[in-house]
């Protein structure tokens, strides 16, 4: 069973920062906190992890609270092109597989 | 990161049927898994392919409906058996490359079972 919890969808403007909040209370300490979205008729595309510490890459941050009980995916400019289903999963380790929950699925509005 | 390429891209097929899906990666990687998406749902894990050996599968899929190959490190087949119109879905290839241990995921095979 998927170990996060996720708003089913969110609406965001374009331009503006889109922040998806994730619910994963039952952490491990040695479980990472991993982000992938997907767009419509494609595969499932990796945005970015982290464990402990907030995580920044071109696409997005991740923000990791001190517990770990949640974090934050923040996408800084929203364009149209990320609408998209936005999934948050806690992965045992770095090599296990991926188990998926059902996802946010985010709408950018013009 | 891996390039993965999945034949067919997409199928539609008479019940009673079965098609074979392949998934071809472009570099060596550590793992391979199965997953399929239903119409309108998340992504479910079918199985693990493991090298040279029978899959792993998850609970609710068994190898007689889905058999799995996986000759080397680069490819794997799934076979979905004695399909049924409720089979109809996105059966998507992923790995895991040694490098990073990140997870990548094929473009999925749309399957369409009448």
């Known amino acids: 069973d998927a170990k996060t919890t996720q708003p089913t969808s969110m609406d965001c403007a374009e331009g503006r920062a889109a922040n998806l909040p994730c619910n994963h209370s039952t952490i491990s300490g040695n479980e990472y906190v991993y982000w992938y979205r997907q767009i419509h008729s494609q595969g499932p595309q990796y945005i970015i992890h982290?464990?402990?510490n907030n995580e920044t890459n071109e696409m997005a941050s991740l923000i990791i609270t001190e517990d770990r009980k949640s974090s934050t995916l923040i996408l800084p400019h929203a364009t149209l092109r990320d609408t998209a289903v936005y999934y948050c999963?806690?992965?045992?380790?770095?090599?296990?597989?991926?188990?998926f929950g059902k996802g946010t699925r985010l709408h950018i509005l013009p | 990161s891996a390039v993965i390429s999945q034949k067919p891209s997409r199928d539609i097929c008479q019940r009673g049927t079965s098609l074979t899906i392949q998934c071809q990666v472009d570099?060596?990687?550590?793992?391979m898994f199965w997953y399929r998406q239903q119409p309108g749902q998340s992504l479910t894990l079918i199985a693990t392919a493991n090298q040279g050996s029978e899959a792993t599968y998850e609970s609710g899929f068994v190898i007689d409906k889905f058999p799995i190959s996986r000759p080397n490190l680069t490819f794997s087949t799934l076979t979905v058996s004695n399909m049924s119109p409720e089979d109809s879905s996105i059966y998507l290839c992923?790995?895991?490359?040694?490098?990073?241990?990140?997870?990548?995921f094929g473009p999925g095979t749309r399957l369409t079972v009448l």
């Open positions: 982290g464990l402990k």
């Open positions: 999963i806690v992965r045992p380790t770095r090599d296990d597989k991926i188990i």
């Open positions: 570099s060596q990687v550590t793992m």
């Open positions: 992923s790995v895991v490359t040694g490098f990073d241990n990140e997870q990548f």
